[in-house]
C-alpha cells in the first residue's frame, strides 16, 4: 500500500482534496468514482511527510466511538453487511475527523483488508485492545458478540470517567475560587484595612504580623511565585514525560496518594480484568491477554508485575503461583486466577475480580465525594477566621482604647 494525494471533483462541482491509500493510481480512481467524485490530480506523498498526511491526529471523543461500536453491532446482528453498516456510518456522522477515519476503513476494506487490519492502521483512534478483541472476533466468527463486549467496555470506561470527573470538578471549582478570594484578600483588603491599624500605632498580635508578612510576600512575589509554579510543573511533567524512571516514580507515588491512590489503584485494576475477561473470552490466549494489559493499566509499576507475571507463566510457571509472586498484584487477584485455572474459566476469574474493583472502586470515588466537601469547607473557614481574627481584633482593641483614652 502506498499513500496518494487527490484533487478531485464532486457531482456538484466542488473540489475536494486529500490522502488515500491504494496500490496504484488506477485503484484511486476506482475508489474515488465509488465515493461519487471524479479525480483530476493524483500523485505519491513525499516519504518525508508521509506521517502527517496520511495519518493526521484524529481526536475522537469516547462516545463517539460508542455510537460507532453500537452501530456495526446493531447492524450486523441485523444482517447488514459489514461494509454497507460502516458506509452507512460514514455518510451518518457529523465528526469531520472521524468521518475521515471511517472514509478510510471503507478504502481499506474494499481493497481487501479485514476490519482490525482497517482499525489498526488508525492507533490514535482504535486501541490495540479493541483492533485485538476484533480480530479474535473475526477469526471465530462472533464479531456480534465481540463488538457487543467492546460496547460494554466502552460504556463502563466512560461512566467511570465521568464519575471522577464529577468528584475533581467541585474542588476544582471551589481552589479556583478561594484562590481568587485569597489573591483580592492579600494583595487588597488586608493592606488596605492594616494600614489603618499599624498607623495608629500598638502592638500587634502574632496572627496579624504573620498575615501581614504572607500579604506583602503575596503582594510583591505572588507573579514571580505563579510563573515558578507553572514553570516547575511544566519541567516535572516534561522530565516524567522524557525520562523512564521518574515516570515509574511518579507512578509509584500515585498509587501511595492518600485517598486518591487507592481509587486509581481499584480502577486500574478494574480496568485491566474487565479488558482481559472480554479478551480471552473472545479466544485471545492468555499471554496476548497480558501483554495488551500492561498498556490497560496505564502504570508502569502494575506494567511491570504484569510483565514479570506473563515471563513466568511462559517460562512454564502456573497462573497463579506467578500472579501471587508480584506484591503489587492484589491477593484477591491470584487468588480467582487459581480458581479460574483450576475450573478452566480464567475469563470468569478476571469477570468476578472486575466486578469486586468495580463495586470497591464506585464505593471509594462516593466516599470521596463526601470527604472533599466538608474538608474545603474546613479550610475556607480557616482562612477567613484567620484573616477576620487578625483584622478585625487589632480594630476592636484600638477601638476600645480609644473609647477609654476619651
Known sequence: MQYFKFKAIDSAGLVQRGQISAASVVEVDARLSSRGLELIVCKPARNILKPFLSRRRVSVSRRELIDYTFHLQQMIEAGVPLLDSIKEYRDATDHSGFKTVVADLVDQIEAGSTLSQACASHPEVFKPVYTSMLQAGEESGRLVDVLTDLLSLLKWQDETISSIQRVLIYPAFVSLVLLLVIGFVMTWLVPSLLSFITSAGGDLPWHTRWLIALSNSISQYGLL????????????????????????????????????????????LARFCRCAALMYASGITLIDTLKHGESLVDNLV????????????????????????????????????????????????????????????????????????????VFVGAIMSWVVLSVIGPIYDLVFSMSDGM
Not at 226 to 231: D, F, H, Q
Open 225 to 268: 511565585l505563579i510563573v515558578l509554579l507553572v514553570g516547575g510543573g511544566v519541567f516535572i511533567a516534561g522530565l516524567v514525560h522524557a525520562n523512564s524512571n521518574a515516570m515509574r516514580h511518579w507512578h509509584r507515588l500515585q498509587l501511595r496518594l492518600p485517598l486518591a491512590g487507592q481509587v486509581l489503584y481499584k480502577i486500574k
Open 302 to 377: 502494575l506494567a511491570k508485575a504484569l510483565r514479570q507475571a506473563r515471563l513466568k507463566i511462559v517460562a512454564g510457571e502456573k497462573v497463579s503461583v506467578a500472579f501471587k509472586a508480584q506484591p503489587e498484584l492484589p491477593p484477591l487477584l491470584a487468588r480467582l486466577v487459581r480458581i479460574g485455572e483450576t475450573t478452566g474459566g480464567m475469563d470468569k476469574a478476571f469477570m468476578q475480580t472486575s466486578y469486586f474493583y468495580e463495586r470497591a472502586s464506585r464505593e471509594s470515588i462516593d466516599r470521596l465525594e463526601q470527604f472533599i466537601g466538608p474538608v474545603l469547607i
